[in-house]
């Protein structure tokens, strides 16, 4: 046997032990890959080639998400578990999409949440603190404190954060109060002047990612009269921090003589604001009219719903939502899986109205802006529908879903978490 007929064999053979090889684990992967859709997406209304995987069910009242590179899911819960634990650590093994291992640590109910240079970070009312990453499933090194916060007494006291490039920390502090009045949510209460809750509430503060220890002062203060913006995220693709803000209450209630009651259905704006060093978006003394774009003085300061006044200096949102929706989360998408009109685009979660007076309460769902070089491009659309469950909701309570954390997965899904009971949705582009 010469040689060339040896060379030709021992091809052959190697060509035939390769393709033996790779075939089971060809299957192997595929199987991986095929998750488990659920029926009539779970109730949900999305849009045509999108569906949904119930990821988990019952985790208690789930605030935010985090998804780790390789699928792992944190949740952050606003009660504690059974075994006193308030993070939820979820992975699926089967690769179907259900998470069928979870388990929980740490005793800091909260709402904020993040993964940020292999740490997980997380927030109380009154803290931010982190813990390193590990191949375990649950971190189990030493948890530390990055920052120590004001505002935990009172409304408004959940903190939400997020971080730039160069090491910097963005951290939502929410106002005491509904306006800043003498008599706290009375009929007809005058508002402060000034109102001294700015210099420790109602507005952002910036801090070191890494520095252990650090105390929030006025010197801090990135930006102000921001009511309550726990919806907050750095927008990576322009180098900008963003944020939507809740809009306050009761317009008519307190008001009778200058506000009726169909306008506070409409009154005010939940505002999508970019935020920059120094701003100052108007709380407790404005507020944003969406129907005419323009910022009003607050009855609590003499307006009227026609007067302007120290409201022309106010920073405008770049888009008004509408009234009461409770925005809980912002996610700027940065996948590929989706199609190419959500590129760069911004899901929000709205949590749902509670203060429409008699009228059916709304929101409860999550929607879409189109977005393009860090500016609003297009109208906003509903994204996902259907949490509410029930066709009118006279309360929150009546919801059965209440949409409250996004988080983008390594493939490009789109999480989200339900603060009524603690179920979590896969959201896949399927077509």
Request: charged share 25%; glycine share 10%.
């Amino acid at each position: 046997m010469n040689n060339r007929l040896l060379w030709f064999i021992y091809v052959a053979v190697l060509a035939i032990a390769i393709a033996l090889a790779c075939q089971p684990q060809e299957k192997i992967a595929e199987e991986t890959l095929q998750l488990t859709y659920a029926p009539n997406n779970d109730g949900l209304t999305l849009p045509a080639g999108f569906s949904a995987v119930v990821v988990a069910d019952s985790l208690g009242r789930g605030r935010q998400l985090a998804i780790r590179d390789n699928g792992d899911i944190f949740v952050h819960l606003a009660n504690e578990d059974k075994d006193g634990n308030s993070i939820k650590v979820l992975r699926d093994t089967s690769g179907n999409g259900k998470s069928d291992l979870i388990e929980s640590f740490a005793p800091y109910r909260g709402t904020g949440l993040k993964l940020h240079k292999e740490h997980l970070y997380f927030a109380t009312k009154d803290k931010v603190m982190r813990v390193p990453l590990s191949d375990d499933l649950v971190p189990n090194s030493t948890i530390d404190t990055i920052v120590h916060l004001e505002g935990s007494k009172g409304g408004h006291s959940e903190k939400s954060f997020d971080f730039d490039h160069s090491g910097n920390l963005y951290v939502n502090v929410g106002s005491l109060t509904n306006a800043c009045m003498e008599e706290a949510r009375s009929k007809e209460s005058p508002g402060l002047q000034p109102c001294v809750e700015l210099e420790t509430r109602a507005g952002i503060w910036k801090f070191s990612d890494s520095e252990l220890g650090q105390k929030q002062t006025l010197e801090d203060r990135y930006a102000t009269g921001i009511r309550n913006a726990v919806a907050i995220q750095w927008n990576k693709s322009v180098n900008s921090l963003y944020c939507v803000s809740h809009g306050r209450d009761d317009m008519h209630r307190f008001w009778p003589e200058k506000f009726a009651e169909e306008e506070n259905l409409e009154l005010p704006a939940e505002e999508f604001f970019q935020v920059e060093e120094g701003d100052d978006f108007g709380w407790p003394y404005c507020y944003f009219n969406s129907m005419d774009g323009q910022k009003y003085l607050n009855p609590e300061y003499g307006g009227d719903g026609k007067t302007i006044d120290r409201c022309a200096e106010a920073k405008k949102p770049l888009v008004g939502f509408p009234a009461h929706y409770a925005p809980n989360d912002l996610l700027f998408y940065s996948g590929n899986q989706f199609p190419e009109k959500y590129q760069g685009g911004a899901f929000i979660a709205f949590h749902g109205s509670w203060n429409r007076l008699g009228a059916p309460q709304d929101g409860y769902n999550v929607v879409f802006q189109p977005m393009q070089d860090g500016l609003p491009n297009g109208d906003w659309e509903v994204f996902a529908g259907g949490f509410g469950g029930a066709d009118e909701i006279k309360a929150p309570g009546d919801a059965k879903y209440r949409p409250c954390g996004l988080s983008q997965g390594p493939d490009g899904s789109l999480y989200i978490v339900d603060s009524a009971k603690g179920r979590v949705w896969r959201v896949v582009h399927t077509s």
